[in-house]
Every structure is written in C-alpha cells, then in structure tokens.
C-alpha cells in the first residue's frame, strides 16, 4: 500500500510540473477529507491528501468486600479490594485520493465554475491497550490484631487475536461523490461550496477454534471434541454532506 501512495503522489507532482498549476485547499469545520493538495490540468483537477484521527479510552472499576464473622469464640474476617484499570488509545491515519472535473476552463476572476468530484479514502490504523488488575486480600484471624496481607497484580497488552480484531473493525473505506461550484475572486484564489454523499464499508472476520480430549485412542473410553467458530460482519454507512472550502492556486 506504501508504494501505491507513493507512486500515485509522484505521478501527481511529475505531472503537476510539466502541465498545470498546483493547488491547496481546505475545509472549516469539515471531519474528514479537510485539507489536500491537487493539480489542475484544464479541467481536471486530481488531488490527495491525509487526515488523522486520535481515540484514547480510560476505564476504572473497583470492588470492595468485606466479610466477618464470629462462630462462638472463633473470630474471622476478610476484606478485599479488587481493581481494574484500562488505558487504550487509537490513531487512525485516512489518506484520500480524488479527482474533480469543471464544466468550464475560464478560472478567471468573478467566475462561478461548477464541478463534480469523486474520491477514495480508506484507513490505516494503529491501536495500542493495557489493562491492570490488581488483587488485595486482608485475612483477620483474631480480634484487633494484624492481618494477613496478600497483594497480586496482573498486567496485560493488546495483542495477538484480539488486536487484529479491532484493527480491522478500525478499517475502513470509502467513496465520496459530490456536486459543488467555486468562486474565483482572482486567478489565485476562490471560495467553494459542494453538496455529496459518503459511503464507508466494512467486513470482519474473525474465527476461533477449540478442542479436547477425555482419555487415548484405543482406550475403552475415549472421548475427543473440535469446535470451530466462524464469524463475519459487514456494514456501510452512508450520509449526505455540505461544505465549504477555501482554494489556493500557486
């Protein structure tokens, strides 16, 4: 995938270069697809650019137990405290390629020039989580002495399977298909507004497999069981949008 990005951005620079005029524009306010850069050939404008996303999650949960007793003039008592914490975090890189066509080539000022456009993006993530869990046990075996105290503490990361699961429901694509129109106020600048459509898709597969065995073969009992499960998801989602944009030209 690195390569293809890198070979489609030298395509455009190479091209842009020899031909046409470079191009900045961007988005206020806009979630995805807010900023790119292009190259206008005539009517044709192709253009790319990268959006990043941050997500950071934080769980805590604590259970306090405390238990007592007397049995005629045996004391005992247990108190516990069982805590778990969570920290995870997501950072979701979303390049886009797209290219715009206009219906007129006269960029001139006090121009209004509509345009269709249609774009690419998908998403590369990156996830990262612990989780602690800590186990506190206080043992009371007479009445106003000290207890026994035992501490146990468990720490884990995201990984393997489990990982890989929600990298993939982090991974997404997607279309974007729009109809808009730009101003020019000079051959240098103009204010945009577009109207479209986008659509993310989906699928996740994920499959785990499990197994046992009562005994050996040959035995007079021997029992032996395999399990396999299977599952897939897709979704899409669509939406309408609007937007405003601010062009540069070089």
């Known amino acids: 995938m690195k390569i293809i990005i890198s070979f489609l951005v030298a395509i455009l620079l190479l091209t842009g270069s020899l031909f046409a005029q470079a ?7 806009a979630i995805i ?15 790319f650019g990268l959006d990043v996303a941050w997500l950071t999650v934080s769980y805590s949960e604590d259970e306090v137990s405390d238990y007592e007793s007397y049995y005629y003039e045996n004391y005992y008592r247990h108190k516990s405290k069982d805590s778990y914490d969570l920290d995870g975090s997501a950072l979701l890189f979303v390049p886009h390629f797209g290219v715009k066509y206009y219906f007129n080539d006269d960029f001139s000022a006090g121009n209004v020039i509509p345009y269709l456009k249609g774009c690419f993006f998908f998403t590369i993530p990156s996830v990262s989580a612990e ?16 207890p026994e105290y035992y501490y146990e503490e468990d720490k884990e990361k995201l990984e393997g399977k489990e990982k890989d699961l929600v ?22 600048f103009s204010l945009g507004g577009e109207f479209g459509m986008r659509m993310l898709f989906n699928s996740v597969e994920y499959s785990e497999d499990d197994e046992w065995s009562s005994g050996d073969p040959g035995d007079p009992y021997y029992e032996h069981e395999s399990d396999v499960w299977e599952n897939e998801v897709s979704a899409t989602f669509k939406l309408t949008f609007a937007s405003v944009s601010l062009n540069y030209y070089f």
Do not use: H, Q, V
Not at 34 to 47: E, L, Q, S, V, W
Not at 138 to 145: A, D, F, V
């Open 33 to 47: 697809n807010c900023a790119d850069f292009g190259i206008r050939m005539d009517k044709i404008n192709p253009y």
């Open 167 to 188: 990298n993939d429901i982090l991974s997404f694509w997607g279309l974007e298909l729009a109809f808009g129109s730009e101003y020019f106020f000079s051959d240098k």
């Open 23 to 29: 191009n900045f524009t961007a988005k206020p306010g």
């Open 131 to 146: 989780w602690t869990e800590i186990d506190e046990d206080w043992y009371y075996y007479e009445e106003g002495e000290p």
